[in-house]
T-cell receptor, first 114, second 112 residues
């Protein structure tokens, strides 16, 4: 019954490494999102996409990039991981139209950068 | 700026009723959303208000007053499983803008 799947639940990486976080949804949703969640800072939007190959910056895009080559898949890339990118990363999807802000989240990927 | 305020923590007793308030100041308004997040899990959608008034969904209800920039989530017949963080979020824009403004969440503890 899992609808939004994130590839890794826990990752540990070294500073400077390239990190890929993968997200797949099976609900045929047009919109996909990457958030990070930190204590005291709440949910912050990194990037979102409303169509294949389309992307828009969220509130904190610096240090991240994204890729959406297929409708069901949205990848988050950390080109050179830094310790301040240690966080919980949440992928979400939603349909177009009135349900666009009814997000279905994945289980999250907890990234630790050493 | 755009801001959402909600209490950081609340506690209540099993079987009781609890009201979690949310006030917002945003550039526009296209709907207010409540999500529930259990510890270590992802948020899940609870309710949505776009017009003033009360929306009821089983034990949970959500109220909106757009003129006051105010909403509350009402949880009745509290159960231990309702211990979670409750996130208030506002959509400030219609159209293709999908940027929700999120509150920091209210951590609700339910005691036996």
């Amino acid at each position: 019954d899992v609808k939004v799947t994130q590839s890794s639940r826990y990752l540990v990486k070294r500073t400077g490494e390239k990190v890929f976080l993968e997200c797949v949804q099976d609900m045929d949703h047009e919109n996909m999102f990457w958030y990070r969640q930190d204590p005291g800072l709440g949910l912050r939007l990194i990037y979102f996409s409303y169509d294949v190959k389309m992307k828009e910056k969220g509130d904190i895009p610096e240090g991240y990039s994204v890729s959406r080559e297929k409708k069901e898949r949205f990848s988050l890339i950390l080109e050179s991981a830094s310790t301040n990118q240690t966080s919980m990363y949440l992928c979400a999807s939603s349909p177009q139209g009135t349900g666009a802000n009814v997000l279905t989240f994945g289980a999250g990927s907890r990234l630790t950068v050493l | 700026g755009q801001n959402i305020d909600q209490p950081t923590e609340m506690t209540a007793t099993e079987g009781a009723i609890v009201q979690i308030n949310c006030t917002y100041q945003t550039s526009g308004f296209n709907g207010l959303f409540w999500y529930q997040q259990h510890a270590g899990e992802a948020p899940t959608f609870l309710s949505y208000n776009v017009l003033d008034g009360l929306e009821e969904k089983g034990r949970f209800s959500s109220f909106l007053s757009r003129s006051k920039g105010y909403s509350y989530l009402l949880l009745k017949e509290l159960q231990m499983k309702d211990s979670a963080s409750y996130l208030c979020a506002v959509s400030p824009n219609a159209g293709n803008n999908r940027k929700l403004i999120w509150g920091l969440g209210t951590s609700l503890g339910v005691n036996p």
